[in-house]
């Protein structure tokens, strides 16, 4: 017998029950980004490795463990996008986009990382993201803090969720604050972990972000990066701080939020859920002054987030929420009634545009066709049988409650669709 056929561990169909729900979140991301000026851009799912590697930093999670890295037939070593900063940097230097100019822009799209699977966490998993270029000030920081916030209200999830921030400074503050830290680290040495005392070497700010709780008071005791900051990154933190007050939104400091990546500096947040369990990031973001230089560019300002769009979705189940469902459903009897509906349904497709019309299609019995009408969802069947298309007149009959089957001439149908849909 030959095997079954699965799908890749980790990497799941978004089956048609669940599409609406993301259709209505991608919907309602598309307005706010409207709203606030923002391109969308679309980047190639698949890049150079290289590209990964000397941005998100040879020494992160993502490249040391998580990438679908595989050579090309030529050779050359490409790579699932892990994630979409890095493409769409290579991809503002590729065209120009950053010379003596400002971006607003975002993506949405399937990102690839090989991680265990759980709840929350896949290895195909979309995010949508923003990116802007060319602004250094903290307003653009709360302008995209201010963006997502203004999505979770209108999907009905910003009670659910808490935004943290913290500051790295810049890139030369948060060198001397990772001798301080390494310095403090190695005092206290037998008391971490393995995989602590290989970052100790690797990323020491990462030991921060250590779930282990036999760690827990050696980290709350650790000294602060902000004690090792300049008094120019105090202000630029103290300004989103207060940006974000006078907007409404209520934050929290949290100093050992570091991130994973290498390439972030001053502001980083995240926005996090306790109903998901332990994946309950649904939103992370920050400054990355630094990473277009990295990359070969001209030293540009630029900022960014990205979000889950899993965890939005499992957020979002925890909901009620109502489907579109069709406003009638054809059914007919014999082969001249089944032209006439044929063209029937292309005509109110013409004139109700916003509603749904199904065809049936296929033999079958009245009753079985109606049985399908109900299974669509739909709210009435329109009835095509001999004695209707001799008259040119269309039987209605009401699924969702116990009114009386009618009877009207097919010129009075919109007018009666529109005043039932
Ligand atoms: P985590 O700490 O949960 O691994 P991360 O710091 O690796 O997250 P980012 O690279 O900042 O995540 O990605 C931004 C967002 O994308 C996360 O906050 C999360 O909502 C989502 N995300 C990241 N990895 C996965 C994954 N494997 N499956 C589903 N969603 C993910
Ligand atoms: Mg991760």
Redesign the pocket.
């Known amino acids: 017998m030959s095997k079954k056929l699965q799908a890749i561990r980790?990497m799941h169909d978004i089956l048609p029950d669940k599409t609406p729900l993301w259709q209505m979140l991608e919907k309602q991301m598309a307005e706010v980004c409207q709203q606030y000026g923002y391109a969308e851009i679309r980047m190639p799912l698949v890049e150079s490795t290289d590209l990964f590697c000397r941005s998100i930093g040879e020494v992160t999670?993502?490249v040391e463990k998580?990438m679908y890295s595989f050579d090309d037939r030529n050779g050359d070593s490409l790579s699932l996008r892990?994630?979409g900063t890095a493409s769409c940097v290579r991809a503002g230097l590729e065209h120009g986009l950053f010379y003596n100019q400002i971006q607003r822009l975002w993506y949405q799209g399937p990102?690839f990382?090989h991680?265990r699977?759980q709840k929350?966490?896949?290895?195909q998993?979309?995010?949508i993201?923003i990116e802007c270029f060319g602004m250094s000030g903290a307003e653009i920081e709360a302008e995209i803090i201010l963006m997502s916030y203004r999505l979770w209200q209108k999907l009905g999830i910003a009670g659910e969720l808490t935004l943290e921030l913290n500051t790295l400074g810049t890139l030369e503050e948060r060198a001397a604050y990772k001798d301080i830290l390494v310095g403090y680290f190695k005092q206290h040495i037998d008391a971490l972990d393995e995989d602590s005392v290989r970052r100790l070497k690797t990323n020491p700010l990462r030991i921060l972000?250590s779930k282990n709780p036999h760690m827990q008071a050696l980290i709350e005791a650790a000294p602060q990066l902000l004690n090792s900051l300049g008094a120019e990154s105090v202000e630029h933190f103290e300004q989103l701080q207060s940006y974000l007050n006078d907007a409404g939104v209520s934050f929290k400091c949290n100093p050992r939020l570091v991130?994973?990546?290498d390439y972030y500096s001053h502001t980083v947040f995240?926005?996090t859920t306790t109903s998901l369990g332990a994946?309950?990031?649904?939103?992370?973001?920050g400054r990355y002054d630094g990473l277009i230089d990295q990359l070969g560019g001209k030293q540009t300002p630029a900022v960014g987030?990205?979000?889950?769009?899993?965890?939005?979705i499992l957020l979002l189940e925890q909901h009620e929420w109502s489907v579109h469902s069709p406003l009638a459903y054809i059914v007919y009897q014999g082969d001249k009634a089944r032209k006439e509906a044929i063209q029937l349904a292309e005509r109110l497709r013409n004139q109700l545009p916003g509603e749904g019309i199904v065809l049936h299609c296929g033999a079958g019995s009245l009753k079985s066709q109606f049985k399908k009408a109900d299974k669509v969802g739909a709210s009435l069947a329109l009835i095509l049988g001999e004695e209707e298309v001799e008259e040119n007149k269309v039987s209605i009959k009401f699924l969702r409650n116990r009114q009386e089957q009618q009877l009207l001439p097919e010129d009075e149908l919109v007018v009666f669709l529109q005043n039932n849909s």
């Not at 929350?120 to 290895?123: L, M, Q």
């Not at 994946?279 to 973001?285: E, L, Y």
């Open positions: 980790g999670d993502i998580e892990p994630e990102m990382r991680e699977p929350g966490r896949y290895r998993f979309h995010q993201g972000d991130r994973g990546l995240e926005w994946q309950g990031t649904v939103c992370a973001g987030l990205a979000m889950g769009v899993e965890r939005l």
